[in-house]
């Protein structure tokens, strides 16, 4: 199982948006509605972002939204603010009870 | 407050054997769906395998890499996850971390990491 592909690097100024692409095959990302986003800062564990394509954790900002078409799910953060600064994973349930990592996207706040 | 407690990382050689542990708090640990998540140092996640709670049989799966060389298991009455990994390769080096892994909201929760380094 081949990682997710996303953009190394994406950035935005404060107040900005941005979106991040996720692109997978039709065993993954276009099969099932099963995607989710994980915010990483450096030093720190993951935290979930966003689940089954598009819901969002109760403690996580709404200037946080997921989408997917086809092969291809994204995820979009509004309003960028400085503490928007991390790593971003996305993830997709595979089959077979397994799951895929994406290749991870560096955000820079500038 | 959920809590997810990793331990037994370390050094260990190519070919050698280590058990990690995860202890959590704060959730019905025994309805719980578990899974191990790695990253090696600068790199990117890579899920290692997940066990269900045993409510729907206690089954485990594994990522193609590790598979038929780790094994996850459960001690319900501890409240502890467990991974054991044998046959250790220099590319499983990194930090090992645990979450919890509820259907359709997968790693909700992760634990702080255990830092496994296979080198010689």
């Known amino acids: 199982q081949s990682a997710l592909t996303q953009p190394a690097s994406v950035s935005g100024s404060p107040g900005q948006s941005i979106t991040i692409s996720c692109t997978g095959t039709t065993s993954d990302v276009g099969s099932y509605n099963l995607v989710s986003w994980y915010q990483q800062h450096p030093g720190k564990a993951p935290k979930l972002m966003i689940y089954e394509v598009s819901k969002r954790p109760s403690e996580v900002s709404n200037r946080f939204s997921g989408s997917k078409s086809g092969n291809t799910a994204s995820l979009t953060i509004s309003g960028l603010q400085a503490e928007d600064e991390a790593d971003y994973y996305c993830c997709s349930y595979a089959g077979r009870s397994t799951d895929v990592f994406g290749t991870g996207t560096k955000v820079t706040v500038l | 407050e959920v809590q997810l407690v990793e331990s037994g990382g370390g050094s260990v050689k190519p070919g050698g054997s280590l058990r990690l542990s995860c202890v959590a708090s704060?959730?019905?640990?025994?309805?719980?769906?578990m899974s191990w998540v790695r990253q090696a140092p600068g790199k990117g996640l890579e899920w290692v395998g997940r066990?269900?709670?045993?409510?729907?049989?206690?089954?485990?799966d594994y990522a193609a890499p590790v598979k038929g060389r780790f094994t996850i298991s459960r001690d319900d009455s501890r409240d502890t996850l467990f991974l054991q990994m044998n046959s250790l390769k220099t590319e499983d080096t990194a930090v090992y971390y645990c979450?919890?892994?509820?259907?359709?909201?997968?790693?909700?929760?992760w634990g702080q990491g255990t830092m496994v380094t296979v080198s010689s």
């Open positions: 066990i269900k709670s045993k409510t729907v049989g206690g089954t485990a």
């Open positions: 979450t919890t892994d509820p259907p359709g909201r997968p790693f909700d929760i």
């Open positions: 704060g959730i019905t640990f025994s309805n719980a769906w």
